[in-house]
C-alpha cells in the first residue's frame, strides 16, 4: 500500500516508523516530514493546511491511505476533504475534531452526559470573565477556548497569576484568536494520566496509558509546553483506576458524540487527572498525542496499519490489539527559550552515535541544511529508552540523550521519576 502521512514532528515520526513494519506498506510519504521521517519516507513539501493540493498529490500518487498526524488540519476539516475525494483516510472528520477545537464544546458535552470533568464557567467578554475570576479561590485553571498548540492553559496559584493570565489570554491575545472564547476551570489535584484509544463510533479499543511531563522545567516548575517527556505504562497506578477511566470517561464520551451525531473515527485521546474522588477529565484531544505516541507505539506488537483499516472498515472490534510488556521513556530535547523565543539552525551532533540497545531517536523539529541535520522547532528530538522495565527504560533514555548535542539544549532530568517512588 502507498501512504500518506500528513504532518511534520515527532508523532508524525513514531507513526511513520511503525508504519513502516507492516509487511503491507510499499511506499510512505510525509508531507511536508522532517530531517528524520526523511530517512524512512519521502518527504513531500506540502503544508498540512494546504488540503486542495494534499488531495491532488494523492490522486496523482494513488495513495491508498492517507493518515492525518496534527490537531489544526482535522480541525479545519480535512478528512472531510479526503472523504469528498472518495480518499480513505484515518482520522475523525470536523465535527468530531471540535471535541480538541473547542474546549467549550468538550466541557459542555461532559456536562450534558454526566462524565467526569472538573467544575468550570465559560466566557467570551473579558469584563465577564474578570468578574468571575475575582469570585473565585485559587489555585484555578484559565484556558483558551481554541488550538494553542499545547500551550494555552495556564495552571494559576495566585490571585495575580490568575489575572495576569486571563488578560494575556482575552486581551493581549497571546494565544491569538483561541483566545477569544475562554474557560475557567476548578484546579484538580492529582496525578495526570494520559489513555489514547483507537475509536471508531462506539468501538473502544484503549492503548496501554502513559504520562506526559507538561512543565519546563524539572519538578513542574515553568510553563506548560506541548510535552517535555512521557512514559508508559504506568506501573505506579492501579490497574482498577485506568480501567474506571476506560468505562466511565473514554467509552461514554465516545458514545455521547454518536448520540450527538458526531460519531469519532480515529485516535480519541483522554487527559485525565486521577483525583481522590476517581479520574476527572482534564481535556480531549483528536489525534495521536505528542510525544505520548514515542512511548506508546513501539510498546504495540499489532501492525498498526491493520488497526488503521479495521476502523475504517467498520472491524476494529474485531482485531487482536498486543503490547508489549517492556517499557518505553521518552526524554524531549528542546531549543534554548523554549516555551517562548528561540533561534533555529543549530548543528545536531551525535544522531549517529547513539548506541545504547533498543533506543530510538525521534525528530521532532530539525531540517536538513547543507547535509547536516539542524535545529527547526521548540521541541527538537524525542529520544526513547526500552527495556524491562521503568528503571531500565529511563536509564537508556538518559544514556542515549547524553550523546546527542546542540547549542541551547535544554531537557527535563526528572522524567518518570513518579514512577520510581
Not at 480518499?87 to 475523525?92: H, K
Not at 529511563?394 to 521519576?417: H, W
Request: glycine share 10%.
Amino acid at each position: 500500500m502507498r501512504i500518506l502521512v500528513i504532518g511534520r514532528g515527532g508523532r508524525e515520526h513514531a507513526i511513520v516508523w511503525a508504519l513502516k513494519k507492516s509487511p503491507k506498506v510499499e511506499k510512505i510519504f510525509c508531507a511536508p516530514g522532517n530531517a528524520g521521517i526523511a530517512q524512512l519516507a519521502e518527504n513531500v513539501e506540502i503544508g498540512e493546511m494546504e488540503f486542495a493540493r494534499l488531495v491532488g498529490f494523492a490522486k496523482e500518487q494513488a495513495i491508498d491511505l492517507v493518515v492525518v498526524g496534527p490537531d489544526d488540519p482535522l480541525a479545519a476539516g480535512i478528512v472531510d476533504e479526503f472523504e469528498a475525494a472518495a480518499i480513505p483516510v484515518y482520522g475523525p472528520r470536523k465535527n468530531a475534531a471540535e471535541i480538541e477545537g473547542s474546549k467549550i464544546f468538550m466541557k459542555d458535552l461532559l456536562r450534558k452526559y454526566s462524565i467526569p470533568t472538573a467544575k468550570y464557567e465559560t466566557f467570551t467578554d473579558y469584563e465577564s470573565a474578570k468578574a468571575y475570576l475575582a469570585q473565585q479561590s485559587v489555585p484555578i485553571v484559565i484556558k483558551a477556548d481554541g488550538l494553542a498548540a499545547g500551550k494555552g492553559v495556564t495552571v494559576c496559584f495566585t490571585r495575580e497569576e490568575a489575572d495576569k493570565a486571563l488578560e494575556e489570554t482575552m486581551v493581549s491575545k497571546s494565544f491569538g484568536s483561541a483566545g477569544d472564547k475562554v474557560v475557567i476551570e476548578e484546579f484538580l489535584e492529582g496525578q495526570e494520566m494520559s489513555i489514547l484509544a483507537f475509536v471508531d463510533g462506539e468501538t473502544v479499543r484503549a492503548m496501554s496509558p502513559a504520562q506526559d511531563h507538561k512543565q519546563v522545567f524539572d519538578n513542574d516548575k515553568g510553563p506548560n509546553t506541548g510535552g517535555m517527556g512521557t512514559y508508559s505504562p504506568l506501573p505506579h497506578i492501579d490497574s482498577a483506576i485506568i480501567e474506571d477511566a476506560i468505562e466511565n470517561i473514554i467509552k461514554p464520551t465516545a458514545r455521547a458524540m454518536v448520540s450527538e451525531g458526531r460519531p469519532f473515527r480515529g485516535v480519541l485521546f483522554a487527559g485525565l487527572m486521577i483525583t481522590k474522588d476517581g479520574p476527572k477529565t482534564i481535556e480531549f484531544n483528536a489525534r495521536f498525542g505528542d510525544p505520548e505516541t514515542q512511548v506508546v507505539l513501539p510498546r504495540l506488537e499489532t501492525d498498526l496499519l491493520e488497526i488503521f483499516l479495521a476502523s475504517i472498515d467498520g472491524t476494529l472490534a474485531d482485531i487482536d490489539i498486543r503490547w508489549s510488556d517492556e517499557a518505553a521513556v521518552c526524554v524531549v530535547l528542546a531549543s534554548g527559550g523554549y516555551p517562548g523565543s528561540y533561534p533555529k539552525g543549530f548543528p545536531i551532533d551525535g544522531l549517529d552515535s547513539v548506541t545504547v540497545p533498543g533506543a530510538l531517536v525521534f525528530h521532532a523539529g530539525t531540517a536538513l541544511k547543507d547535509g547536516q541535520i539542524v535545529t527547526n522547532g521548540g521541541r527538537v528530538l524525542g529520544v526513547v529508552g526500552r527495556g524491562a522495565g521503568i528503571v531500565e527504560a529511563r536509564a537508556n533514555a538518559y544514556a542515549a540523550a547524553a550523546g546527542i548535542t546542540f547549542e541551547g539544549k535544554q531537557n527535563r532530568t526528572d522524567i518518570a521519576a513518579k514512577a520510581l517512588v
